[in-house]
């Protein structure tokens, strides 16, 4: 069946180290997206991409890093840098057309936790 | 940036009643989605609206988007238990495709 995949569903991290989260979709989508959510904050758009080999910031993108090499797998990258990484993390796809107005499709999301 | 906010924050309704959420934005909506999640899942889709006026309903959920595309709501008539969780608004503010922001979510409780 068509879907998103994000995994791994847990992860645990010590404090310093990188770790990558991963997203793939067999939606034929063009557009990608990372969000963060944290209890009473909604989600907040980390990184976003319209196309292969292209991604733009969102509002919260400092001590996270992305890549879009090929059109299914979006992996998002949490860093040492970033300060408060501990959270649940959302990856979602949408079509992409004039209008611009295709729905996300999510998938059931990471939840990273620092100790 | 786009902000959307949504109110109430947290709602607890007894079974059989009808509610509405409500979702601003301080921009032009260019394409408005409602999501419903329970806590720590994904998002699953309700609805999504396009044009001044729209509006559209799935069994017992309503959702309106004004004239102006800046306001909408979500209306849910007969509360049930299985409506229990978090409704979210997301929008794009601006044509083509461009990133989707989320309000900061509404809590809903059902008691039976």
């Known amino acids: 069946d068509g879907g998103i995949t994000q995994s791994p569903k847990y992860l645990f991290r010590k404090e310093g180290q990188n770790v990558t989260l991963s997203c793939e979709q067999n939606?034929?989508?063009?557009?990608m997206y990372w969000y963060r959510q944290d209890p009473g904050q909604g989600l907040r758009l980390i990184y976003y991409?319209?196309?292969?080999?292209?991604?733009q910031k969102g509002d919260i993108a400092e001590g996270y890093s992305v890549s879009r090499e090929k059109k299914e797998s979006f992996p998002l990258t949490v860093t040492s840098a970033q300060k408060n990484p501990t959270a649940f993390y959302l990856c979602?796809?949408?079509?992409?057309?004039?209008?611009?107005?295709?729905?996300?499709?999510f998938g059931e999301g990471s939840r990273l936790t620092v100790l | 940036s786009q902000e959307l906010e949504q109110s109430p924050q947290s709602l607890i309704v007894q079974e059989g009643k009808n509610l509405t959420i409500n979702c601003t934005s301080s921009?032009?909506?260019?394409?408005l989605y409602w999501y419903k999640q329970k806590y720590g899942e994904g998002l699953i889709f309700l609805m999504m609206?396009?044009?001044?006026?729209e509006e559209k309903s799935h069994e017992k959920i309503t959702a309106k988007l004004d004239e102006k595309k800046q306001q909408s709501s979500l209306h849910i008539t007969a509360s049930q238990p299985s409506h229990a969780g978090i409704y979210l608004c997301?929008?794009?503010?601006?044509?083509?495709?461009?990133?989707?922001?989320f309000g900061i979510g509404t809590k809903l409780q059902v008691i039976p």
């Open positions: 979602a796809s949408s079509t992409r057309d004039t209008s611009g107005t295709g729905e996300l499709f």
């Open positions: 939606l034929n989508h063009d557009a």
């Open positions: 991409s319209q196309i292969v080999n292209d991604f």
């Open positions: 921009k032009t909506l260019y394409g």
């Open positions: 609206l396009q044009k001044g006026g």
């Open positions: 997301g929008g794009r503010n601006s044509g083509g495709y461009q990133k989707v922001t």
